[in-house]
């Protein structure tokens, strides 16, 4: 019984604390960009409009050529950001 408890316990605490993904830059929308620490709308937008003029970002180290970025921010938002295939257009 008491691994039976444990065992719920444990499944519980998974639960409570999901699995952090990154947010896709090239996939995301204004409020998913807003979402991540360190960005605030106008650095969302400036991401969505250098994506629709330039394409999609090869890597994140790409923000650095999106106005408001430099290479400290980028650092700091590296593990909370991700570059990864776009969405297929409905």
């Known amino acids: ?3 039976l ?3 719920v316990l444990a499944l519980l605490a998974l639960l409570a604390f999901p699995v952090f993904a990154a947010v896709n830059i090239n996939t995301a929308t ?3 960009l807003e979402g991540v620490r360190g960005l605030g709308p106008a650095k ?3 991401i969505i409009e250098y994506r629709e003029s330039n394409g999609s970002f090869k890597s994140v180290d790409e923000l650095d050529n999106v106005k408001g970025f430099g290479k400290a921010s980028i650092e700091k ?3 909370e950001l991700s570059v990864g295939p776009e969405k297929a257009k409905k």
Do not use: C, D, P, R
């Open 5 to 7: 408890i444990k065992g």
């Open 30 to 32: 204004q409020s998913e």
């Open 1 to 3: 019984m008491k691994k």
């Open 44 to 46: 969302a937008k400036a």
């Open 77 to 79: 938002l590296k593990e």
